[in-house]
């Protein structure tokens, strides 16, 4: 069946500008997860989706990131006024999340670059 | 948070050699993911095992969970098998939240 789907696939924007970033998660996965990937380095947390609701955006760097998930599948995150430091690739993973399993599977992932 | 340590860094290998990578955790887990990322930066599930041993073809992966260690080893390596491995982890207390490793780049050479 088909994977989680992201898009855009690259995204340049400048200094200031406000983005969205869309993940399609596997059809009938509950769970919806968004990471970012600095170059060299391993995905760090962002925020994790249970349904509609952000069950923990621990990771969220700070209040200029957002997520929603409004009917339990698609989410957006959405950033606003981009600084240089938020270049990273975002990547997007989901789950059919069980009681005692958790498997994530990971989209291809969207490469922001702020100039 | 939960600490992940993975060794080597690096690995370089001659076509057909067999490698042994190793993922180290600090606390209790429920969940444990080994993924290959390719060039293109897609993260490819290899295993999903918070415990036990696994085999699929050439690879295979152990965790010992009470000792807080996984191997993922790689036979016959092949050129395909380049790129960086990545171990994951979800503490016990912490559901939903992979903390990844660093990471080893492995390379193959033909």
């Known amino acids: 069946g088909a994977g989680v789907s992201q898009t855009p696939s690259n995204k340049v924007t400048e200094k200031g500008k406000y983005v969205e970033l869309r993940c399609d998660p596997i059809s009938g996965h509950t769970a919806l997860y968004w990471y970012r990937q600095s170059l060299g380095q391993g995905p760090e947390f962002l925020i994790y989706?249970?349904?509609?609701?952000?069950?923990?955006d621990s990771g969220l760097p700070n209040d200029r990131f957002f997520a929603v998930r409004p009917e339990g599948s698609v989410s957006t995150l959405k950033i606003q006024r981009t600084e240089r430091g938020d270049s990273a690739m975002y990547l997007c993973a989901s789950s059919l999340r069980g009681a005692s399993f958790n498997e994530q599977y990971f989209g291809p992932g969207t490469r922001l670059t702020v100039t | 948070g939960i600490q992940v340590e993975q060794s080597p860094p690096d690995l370089i290998l001659q076509e057909g050699a067999n490698s042994t990578l190793r993922c180290n955790f600090s606390?209790?887990?429920?969940?444990l993911q080994w993924f290959h990322q390719n060039p293109w930066g897609q993260l490819i599930n290899l295993f999903y095992?918070?415990?036990g041993t696994k085999q699929n073809g050439r690879l295979s992966a152990t965790t010992v969970a009470t000792e807080r260690y996984s191997l993922l080893y790689i036979s016959s390596s092949q050129t395909t098998d380049s790129g960086v491995y990545f171990c994951a982890v979800e503490r016990t207390d912490s559901w939903g939240k992979l903390q990844f490793g660093a990471g080893t780049q492995v390379v193959v050479t033909p």
């Open positions: 095992i918070p415990s």
């Open positions: 989706f249970q349904g509609t609701g952000a069950a923990d």
């Open positions: 606390d209790s887990v429920n969940n």
